[in-house]
C-alpha cells in the first residue's frame, strides 16, 4: 500500500472524536494610538522609522540614510534614479546595498509588515539578499493586531509567496548575545507615508 | 544508552557552567513572561490554539488531503512518507533528479529525527546547516541541545575556537558580531552555490497549500529564493485548517519561544518560483501511532516553541544532550517513550512534576501530567528505570499500613538520633545524595496527640 493510503487509514482508525474548531474573535489592540505603538515596537526590534508628509520625500529619506554611491535596488516603481527590478534571476542582486519595496499593511503590536511577491516584482530573494532594507508604508494600513491583519489579507489569490518582517535580522546563537545583521538584511528602516 | 540521571550528574560536575546554562534559559523565560504580559487575551488564544490543534488531529486525515489538493493546485509536488527513511530517500530521489551535490537546510527538528543529513552524506551530499546555531554544532559534529536555541551549551570561547579552525578568524576572538559576520560571509557564498534548499515548516494551511517558516536570521529564505528547487518537510501534525488561524499562533509561537512580539520573518510559500520546484514531503514517521494514545495524542498539539525547556529546572540544570534525545526537555520526555520505550522510558522521571512546562505551553498540552502518566505504564512494564522499586514497595506498604507506619517512624527517629551530623548515611537512595535529612524531632505527632488526649482527661 503506497504511504499515502497508509497514514490515512492509520489516521481514521486512531483518530479522536470530532472536536469542534472555534471561532477566533477578531482581537484588537487596547493602544489607542497604533501608529505610535507601532514606532515603537519597530523601534524596540531594531529598526528605524522615518515619518514624512508626502511621498515625494522618499528619495530624500533614502540619500540622507545611506550613501548614494552604493548600490540601490528598488521594487517602487516611482523613484527617479534608482536602479529598478530588471531580470528574475536572484543571483544578479547579490551586492544590493540597499533594497526598496512597499509594505502593504502594517502591525501594530508586532512590528510586522506584510509584502508579497507582487510588490517584490517577483524578487523573492530581494528583502533577504540586500544589506539594508527600506520599507514604505502608508499609516492608513496599520492594524492593531495579527487578527486584524489576516482578516484584511484574506486568502491569496494571486501572489505565491508572502512575508511578514518585522525587523533586520538577528540572531542570539552564541550566548544569547543579540546580533543584528544575521543571514538577511543588516537594518531595516520604516518610511511611514500619510 | 546512558540514563538521563547519570548524564545530569556528569553535566553537573562543573558547577559554575551548570549556573551560566540555568541562567542563560532563564532570562529567556523572564523575556516570555514580558512578552506574554503584552497580551490581555494570552489564556484565551492559548485555549483557541489547543482547541484548533485537537480539532485538525480529530479530522487529519481529511485535512491532509484538503492540503495536498491545494498545494497541487498551487504547483507544488505532494510526497508521503511513512517512516524517515521513506523521508530521506525522498528527499535524495530529488537531489539525484536534479544531479545536486550541495543543499542549504534551515532549522527543521524533524530532519534531526530522520537523521537526514548522515544519510545524504552516506550519499556524497554536502548538507549545510544554515542557522547560525546549527551551522556551529554541525562544526562540531554534535546534535542540537535545545530545539530553538541549538548551540545554548556552548560558550563563546569555545565558538570562537572552533571559527578560529573552520573559518579561519582570528584566533583569541570571541566577540560574537565578530563571529556571527564570519559566519555570514562563509555562508552567504553556499546559498549562491546550493541547488537544493530544504526547510522544515511551522504551519501548514489546509485551505490554502501554504506552508509558513518562521525565522529571525532569513536564512530559510535565503536558501528557498537562492536555489532552483526547494523542499519543505513538515510533520503531519502541523497542520492547521485556516489561514486566519495564523494569527492565533504567529501570536503565541515567538512570544512563547524567546519573549519577541513575532519572529523577524514569517514567511508564506504557496507556489514554486518561475522555473522552480517546490516540494512537499508529509511525514508521519511515528505520528499517528500517537495519535492512538487517548492520554498522550494531545503531545501532537506541539508546535515547538521551547518555552517547557526553557522553565524546566530538570532541563535548566542537566542539558538537552542528557536526554539522548532529538527533542529534549518537558515535551520531548513525553514525545520520546511511545517510539521506544526500553530505550526513553526513564525519561518521564527527569521531572519533579511541578507542572510549569504545562503553565507555559502556549497550547495548553498537559506535559506533567503525561509525564505521570507515562511513569505508570514504564512502571508497569517492569523497566529497571522506575526509580527504586524495593524503597517503592517498602514505602508503599507502610504508607497503607498505620502500625507498620508508626515502626517505622520509630526507626527512623532513632537511627536519626544514633547517628548524628551523619544525615547522609542513607547512600544507597539518590535522594539523600544532595539533600540534608530533618533533625529527628523528639516525639512523632501521634504521640503528642495521644499524650494531649490524656493530659484534657
Not at chain 2, 534559559?25 to 484565551?44: C, T, Y
Request: glycine share 6%; aromatic share 6%; proline share 5%.
Amino acid at each position: 500500500m503506497p504511504s499515502k493510503e497508509t497514514i490515512l487509514t492509520k489516521i481514521k482508525s486512531n483518530r479522536p472524536n470530532l472536536w469542534p474548531l472555534p471561532d477566533v474573535p477578531i482581537f484588537e489592540t487596547l493602544a489607542t494610538d497604533k501608529k505610535k505603538l507601532f514606532i515603537q515596537i519597530l523601534e524596540r526590534g531594531g529598526s528605524k522609522v522615518h515619518c514624512i508628509d508626502d511621498s515625494t520625500q522618499i528619495h530624500q529619506v533614502i540619500t540622507t540614510h545611506f550613501p548614494e554611491d552604493k548600490r540601490m535596488v528598488s521594487a517602487l516603481p516611482f523613484l527617479e534614479g534608482i536602479e529598478r527590478i530588471s531580470t528574475l534571476h536572484p543571483d544578479f542582486y547579490e551586492g544590493t546595498e540597499v533594497a526598496i519595496i512597499e509594505g502593504l499593511i502594517g502591525v501594530a503590536e508586532n512590528g510586522a509588515l506584510w509584502v508579497t511577491e507582487n510588490e517584490l516584482g517577483y524578487v523573492r530573494v530581494l528583502p533577504f539578499i540586500a544589506q539594508h532594507l527600506v520599507m514604505v508604508i502608508s499609516e492608513k494600513n496599520i492594524v492593531g493586531t495579527m487578527h486584524e491583519a489576516y482578516k484584511k489579507l484574506g486568502l491569496p489569490t494571486t501572489a505565491g509567496f508572502g512575508v511578514f518582517i518585522a525587523g533586520p535580522s538577528k540572531t542570539a546563537d552564541i550566548e544569547q548575545s543579540l546580533v543584528i545583521g544575521a543571514q538577511g538584511a543588516r537594518s531595516l528602516l520604516v518610511i511611514l507615508t500619510p | 544508552m546512558m540514563p538521563h540521571a547519570q548524564k545530569a550528574a556528569i553535566f553537573n560536575k562543573d558547577e559554575a557552567r551548570t549556573d551560566w546554562h540555568d541562567a542563560s534559559l532563564w532570562m529567556v523565560r523572564k523575556k516570555r513572561d514580558f512578552a506574554v504580559s503584552e497580551i490581555p487575551e494570552w489564556e484565551f488564544i492559548r485555549e483557541f490554539a489547543s482547541d484548533i490543534k485537537m480539532h485538525t488531529l480529530s479530522k487529519l486525515d481529511d485535512y491532509l488531503e484538503a492540503f495536498e489538493k491545494a498545494a497541487i493546485q498551487n504547483g507544488a509536488i505532494v510526497h508521503w512518507a511513512a517512516d524517515a527513511k521513506e523521508h530521506n530517500d525522498i528527499v535524495l530521489s530529488i537531489l539525484n533528479k536534479h544531479q545536486a551535490k550541495k543543499m542549504v537546510k534551515s532549522k527543521s527538528m524533524l530532519t534531526e529525527e530522520c537523521h537526514l543529513n548522515e544519510f545524504l552524506e552516506l550519499h556524497e551530499i554536502e548538507v549545510i546547516d544554515s542557522d547560525l546555531g546549527e551551522r556551529i554544532i554541525q562544526m562540531l559534529n554534535e546534535p542540537p541541545s535545545h530545539i530553538v536555541l541549538p548551540a545554548i551549551h556552548l560558550k563563546k570561547e569555545e565558538i570562537g575556537e572552533l571559527f578560529h579552525r573552520e573559518l579561519h578568524t582570528e584566533k583569541g576572538a570571541t566577540d560574537p558580531q565578530y563571529l556571527t559576520e564570519a559566519a555570514r560571509h562563509h555562508l552567504r557564498e553556499k546559498f549562491h552555490t546550493a541547488q537544493v534548499a530544504l526547510t522544515g515548516v511551522n504551519f501548514g494551511i489546509a485551505e490554502t497549500g501554504e506552508v509558513v517558516v518562521c525565522t529571525n536570521e532569513g536564512n530559510a529564505d535565503m536558501g528557498v529564493h537562492l536555489t532552483p528547487v526547494q523542499i519543505h518537510s513538515m510533520g503531519i501534525e502541523k497542520l492547521i485548517p485556516r489561514r486566519s488561524d495564523l494569527a492565533v499562533f504567529t501570536r503565541l509561537l515567538a512570544r512563547s519561544a524567546t519573549g519577541q512580539p513575532v519572529t523577524v520573518f514569517t514567511s508564506h510559500h504557496r507556489n514554486p518560483k518561475p522555473a522552480g520546484e517546490m516540494h512537499i514531503i508529509l511525514v508521519d514517521n511515528g505520528r499517528t501511532e500517537q495519535l492512538g494514545k487517548p492520554d498522550f495524542r494531545s503531545s501532537l498539539k506541539c508546535i515547538r516553541c521551547g518555552a517547557c525547556m526553557n522553565t524546566c529546572p530538570i532541563y535548566r540544570r542537566s542539558g538537552g544532550h542528557s536526554y539522548e534525545t532529538t527533542i529534549p526537555g518537558p515535551i520531548g520526555s513525553i514525545l520520546t517513550p511511545g517510539i521506544d520505550l526500553k530505550k526513553h522510558g526513564q525519561l518521564p522521571f527527569a521531572s519533579t512534576l511541578c507542572g510549569s512546562c504545562t503553565d507555559v505551553c502556549p497550547v495548553k498540552i498537559d506535559i506533567h501530567t503525561q509525564l505521570y502518566k507515562w511513569r505508570q505504564i514504564v512502571s508497569e512494564a517492569g523497566l529497571p528505570e522506575a526509580g527504586n522499586k524495593t524503597m517503592m514497595s517498602i514505602m508503599g506498604n507502610g504508607l497503607a499500613s498505620p502500625s507498620f507506619f508508626h515502626r517505622l517512624g520509630n526507626i527512623g527517629r532513632k537511627l536519626l538520633r544514633l547517628f548524628p551530623g551523619k544525615e547522609r548515611f542513607l547512600s544507597f537512595t539518590v535522594w539523600t545524595k544532595d539533600r540534608d535529612l530533618p533533625k529527628a524531632p523528639v516525639e512523632s505527632f501521634r504521640e503528642w496527640y495521644a499524650k494531649q488526649a490524656k493530659d484534657a482527661q
